[in-house]
């Protein structure tokens, strides 16, 4: 049974320090940004781990997943490169958990097969955006990257169109949406309008997986 009383404050708290970020962006104020940052990635860990996360070989691989990103998030509060490269692979790790969490659900082939067209086509087109801006390593960890979203949101349109539940789709759509902005922000164009739309997008994807440890086993 979902905790609704304290998911709801989970829930609140990690929006608001979304859009509290976000602001503290837009101010400069870093230590505005870490803070509400930090504090609204806990909040989305915690709402898995008080809805069950921990019960379940589905919840821990999800709880896994958020608790990269959770790293991920730490380690993109720096601009500098060695930063940015271990927030990509944390992001990525929180990927593969996304997709050992998909992977072992009863999987739907043929909305498997329409996702991964679908998703390849995205992803050739993203990386055919970014590929100018790239240089050095980043010409190898951004391909594996979009590959690891390719099959995470494919899995999770396998794992929705066999269950009948669309949340692990929506979660994913919606953190591949973020990435865009994310991928944007570091590699074609820094501005705060990237943020304003990506941030709250991305912490609402990772209450919806946090949501999904009810749902799924």
């Keep these: 049974m979902i905790n609704a009383e ?12 979304s859009v509290v970020s976000v602001f503290g962006q837009w101010r400069r104020s870093h230590l505005t940004r870490a803070t509400a940052k930090v504090v ?15 019960t379940t070989f589905y919840g821990r691989a999800i709880l896994a997943a958020l608790i990269f990103s959770w790293v991920g998030d730490v380690l993109l509060l720096s601009a500098r490169s060695v930063f940015l490269t271990a927030g990509i692979a944390a992001f990525l790790l929180a990927h593969i958990g996304f997709v050992v969490a998909f ?5 739907d082939l ?3 097969g329409v996702a991964l067209v679908l998703m390849t086509a995205f992803g050739a ?7 100018p801006h790239l ?34 789709i929506i979660a994913a759509v919606a953190f591949t949406v973020s990435d865009i902005s994310v991928a944007r ?8 309008v990237n943020s304003i739309w990506g941030l709250p ?17």
């Design 6 to 17: 304290v998911t709801i404050i989970l829930v609140a708290v990690c929006l608001i320090g």
């Design 40 to 54: 609204a990635s806990t909040a989305f860990i915690l709402t898995a781990v008080v809805n069950g996360a921990g």
């Design 103 to 107: 992977a072992f659900q009863n999987i």
């Design 110 to 112: 043929a909305a498997m």
């Design 125 to 131: 087109l993203m990386l055919r955006w970014l590929w």
């Design 135 to 168: 240089d050095g390593f980043y010409k190898v960890a951004v391909p594996i990257y979009i590959a690891a979203i390719v099959l995470m949101t494919s899995l999770a349109a396998a794992v929705s169109a066999a269950s009948g539940s669309y949340i692990a």
């Design 185 to 192: 922000d570091r590699f074609v164009e820094r501005s705060i």
């Design 201 to 217: 997008l991305y912490f609402a994807a990772q209450i919806l997986f946090a949501f999904s440890v009810f749902y799924f086993k």
